[in-house]
């Protein structure tokens, strides 16, 4: 089975402008968590969709947004990009991730997004 | 809010030798999952051994295995055999199966092993 895929795996952009990374989970997985990691805040969760609903919120401004389709592939946007966005954007699929769902989280390579 | 924190920021091992690497959370919760999670350099992070709060018995995967205390909120990772391709930074998270694939994360620690 082909395992997350993240694109593109590289970004550049300026700040203000607005960038939109995809995420594809693995087949028959349905939900889909995103991350943010940088070097002084780590690993913080951004939001999470299951069957093309948002179920789940990390503590981010509403810059970031995000949307799943039918297939289950996933989208992150990031509004006016500031500085302090430049991160590794991680995507993870699990197959379920109902509550009480003892799925395992898989992840991408990440998409790394630099703001100048 | 659970916490995860993992107090050693870099490890070193002597190839073939074994590694402990610490992480401790807080929770008040009684059923949860624990993770450890690999990053190399490629930033691919990989799922390297799991454990489920209600069992009482220590996961165990190959080389890897954990040491879990519930009652002193501890969950060690244990690596037997070291080998070069084992350094990377590890990621120890804490899931709650009612706050759906939120996973908490520590710091992480950088491993080094030396050949």
């Known amino acids: 089975k082909a395992g997350v895929t993240q694109t593109p795996r590289y970004l550049i952009k300026t700040r203000g402008q607005q960038v939109t990374l995809s995420c594809s989970p693995i087949s028959g997985h349905r939900s889909v968590s995103w991350y943010q990691q940088t070097p002084g805040q780590g690993l913080q969760f951004l939001f999470e969709y299951f069957s093309e609903t948002q179920r789940n919120k990390g503590n981010f401004p509403g810059r970031f947004s995000g949307r799943q389709f039918s297939n289950s592939r996933s989208e992150m946007n990031v509004s006016t990009l500031e500085l302090g966005d430049s991160a590794l954007y991680l995507c993870?699929?699990?197959?379920?991730?109902?509550?009480?769902?003892?799925?395992?989280?898989?992840f991408g390579p990440g998409t790394r997004l630099t703001v100048l | 809010a659970q916490t995860v924190t993992q107090s050693q920021p870099e490890m070193s091992v002597q190839e073939a030798e074994t590694v402990t690497l610490s992480c401790t959370y807080d929770t008040s919760e009684s059923d949860y999952y624990l993770f450890w999670y690999k990053q190399p350099p490629s930033r691919q992070m990989i799922l390297v051994i799991r454990?489920?709060?209600?069992?009482?018995q220590n996961a165990t995967e190959n080389r890897f295995s954990v040491n879990f205390q519930k009652a002193a909120k501890s969950f060690s990772l244990k690596i037997s055999d070291s080998q070069l391709g084992d350094a990377a930074m590890y990621f120890c998270?804490?899931?709650?199966?009612?706050?759906?694939?939120?996973?908490?994360f520590g710091a992480g620690t950088r491993l080094t092993v030396k050949p």
């Open positions: 454990q489920e709060a209600y069992k009482q």
């Open positions: 998270a804490y899931r709650s199966p009612r706050n759906n694939n939120d996973m908490r």
């Open positions: 993870a699929s699990s197959l379920d991730g109902s509550s009480g769902s003892t799925d395992t989280q898989y």
